[in-house]
Antibody, heavy 124, light 111 residues
Framework: EVQLVESGGGLVQPGGSLRLSCAASGFTFSSYAMSWVRQAPGKGLEWVSVISGSGSSTYYADSVKGRFTISRDNFKNTLYLQMNSLRAEDTAVYYC?????????????????WGQGTLVTVSS | QSVLTQPPSVSGAPGQRVTISCTGSSSNIGAGYDVHWYQQLPGTAPELLIYGNSDRPSGVPDRFSGSKSGTSASLAITGLQAEDEADYYCQSYDSSLSGWVFGGGTKLTVL
């Protein structure tokens, strides 16, 4: 059974930093891309970042580029999101998601399993 | 303003059929990129409902179906049930943004 458990959320001041973690189990972690998707309170879903199975390729939404860094540890089966220079508009529930594709093309990525999410609140 | 446009809400009575549209452009759905659909029940994480335009993961009832044509896609739900009341999101890839995009979401109410 695929399990994804996020942690590390909390209250942080504007300009501060936070690191989210996502512990994965139930599948061969290193064989799959992994993503972060966020949802602001009462709003829709927004893709944040994706990392390839090996960790060699990373992609970011324009809204977080230069401030957030996605990484993974395939020995610990853990995904990370380092968030710096946080803004009020980064307040959201952050979900980690196992990322699949029907073929080899990254454009075909979709999110087949999701964690329960961790809330990040940026406020003074 | 989402790149993929969905109606904010749809409704239907138990047993009826409803459809949810997802309208994109030539840089996403119209470019041939796959569309995927997610269901988010109240207070829970999203779950994959349809992938690759029309494929269902194991465990998803065949009451749910997806289609794509031109710059749009649709999710159809037949035999509407009370437990289908949820938010539904479409998702694709956008070449102009070089990233993965979601629709704004549609709230389904079962009357």
């Amino acid at each position: 059974e695929v399990q994804l458990v996020e942690s590390g959320g909390g209250l942080v001041q504007p300009g501060g930093s936070l690191r989210l973690s996502c512990a994965a189990s139930g599948f061969t972690f290193s064989s799959y891309a992994m993503s972060w998707v966020r949802q602001a309170p009462g709003k829709g879903l927004e893709w944040v970042s994706v990392i390839s199975g090996s960790g060699s390729s990373t992609y970011y939404a324009d809204s977080v580029k230069g401030r957030f860094t996605i990484s993974r540890d395939n020995f610990k089966n853990t995904l990370y999101l380092q968030m710096n220079s946080l803004r009020a508009e980064d307040t959201a529930v952050y979900y980690c998601a196992k990322t699949a594709s029907r073929g080899a093309a990254t454009w075909g990525y979709y999110f087949d399993y999701w964690g329960q999410g961790t809330l990040v609140t940026v406020s003074s | 303003q989402s790149v993929l446009t969905q109606p904010p809400s749809v409704s239907g009575a138990p047993g009826q059929r409803v459809t949810i549209s997802c309208t994109g452009s030539s840089s996403n759905i119209g470019a041939g990129y796959d569309v995927h659909w997610y269901q988010q029940l109240p207070g829970t994480a999203p779950e994959l409902l349809i992938y690759g335009n029309s494929d269902r993961p194991s465990g998803v009832p065949d009451r749910f179906s997806g289609s794509k044509s031109g710059t749009s896609a649709s999710l159809a739900i037949t035999g509407l049930q009370a437990e289908d009341e949820a938010d539904y999101y479409c998702q694709s890839y956008d070449s102009s943004l070089s990233g993965w995009v979601f629709g704004g979401g549609t709230k389904l109410t079962v009357l």
